[in-house]
């Protein structure tokens, strides 16, 4: 009697343990599908919210104003001389005076001057010493499209506008600058650090006006947007290798805040 209650009791066990096995098993393969169907719906939304951002730019370039020379002839007055008539000699009586004769009178012409501007390419400039990137931020605001052209300046960014800032970098050094780039540090999700290609190179006097939006701005306010000119590009060292030799690099960067509604 008692040897059949503990091989029934035994048995008893074993059939809730192969049932928990079971549930357990079920609840496993549940939770790995839910899991599948989670990564479906929702990874690539997270991975859209933490990845690089988009940076659309835009430049102008505006070269140095070229001298010009202002020649100015001497003036010149032009004074007509009139011829005097000649007479014809009468007798004269013994009584009759001698009569003078007036000089006809003249005119003075009118003084004149000109001015012609000669153009640059007649200039020839010796450039010596080094180059100096001034970089200056103008505005900051937002893009309405995805181009660099609907820039709208305004310390605040619309809820599903792209956040953007123009700046203007400029040699004003002795030099020619050769190739160089530019850095942006925007707020973005992911802490964001632009790095451009090279640009062209700037003689004195050059300048080239930006315009650069992103996307996936980071929301707040008093968001900060630097920019560097003059950096080696870290990312791609076949591009900007080496910064350029300057005489001054204290004004080669400007940072501005702006505040995001949305991004």
């Not at 929702?42 to 690089?52: E, T």
């Not at 501007?117 to 309405?144: H, K, R």
């Not at 947007?225 to 690099?249: D, G, K």
């Amino acid at each position: 009697m008692y040897m059949n209650e503990t091989i029934h009791t035994a048995e008893t066990r074993k059939a809730a343990t192969r049932g928990l096995a079971i549930v357990g098993f079920i609840a496993l393969v549940g939770a790995g599908i839910w899991l599948a169907v989670y990564s479906t719906r929702y990874v690539p939304i997270v991975v859209n919210n933490v990845g690089v951002a988009a940076v659309y730019l835009g430049s102008i370039f505006t070269p140095a104003p070229g001298p010009t020379l202002s020649v100015v002839p001497n003036a010149s007055t032009t004074i007509p001389f009139g011829e005097i008539s000649s007479t014809t000699p009468t007798t004269e009586s013994p009584a009759s005076k001698p009569v003078a004769q007036k000089p006809v009178a003249t005119t003075a012409g009118e003084k004149t001057t000109s001015t012609v501007q000669i153009g640059s390419e007649t200039a020839v400039n010796t450039l010596s010493g080094l180059p100096d990137f001034v970089t200056t931020i103008s505005a900051v605001g937002y893009l309405t499209t995805a181009s660099a052209d609907s820039f709208v300046a305004s310390s605040t960014v619309p809820t599903g506008s792209r956040a953007a800032v123009s700046f203007s970098i400029k040699n004003v050094g002795a030099n020619a600058s050769g190739p160089w780039c530019f850095s942006a540090t925007i707020p973005t999700h992911s802490s964001y650090l632009y790095q451009s290609q090279p640009q062209q190179s700037l003689n004195p006097g050059d300048s080239i006006d930006y315009t650069l939006g992103f996307d996936q701005a980071y929301r707040g306010a008093d968001q900060m947007i630097s920019v560097t000119a003059n950096i080696a590009n870290t990312a791609n060292t076949a591009t900007c290798a080496r910064t350029v030799t300057e005489s001054n690099t204290n004004n080669n960067s400007a940072s501005a805040k702006l505040t995001i509604l949305g991004g």
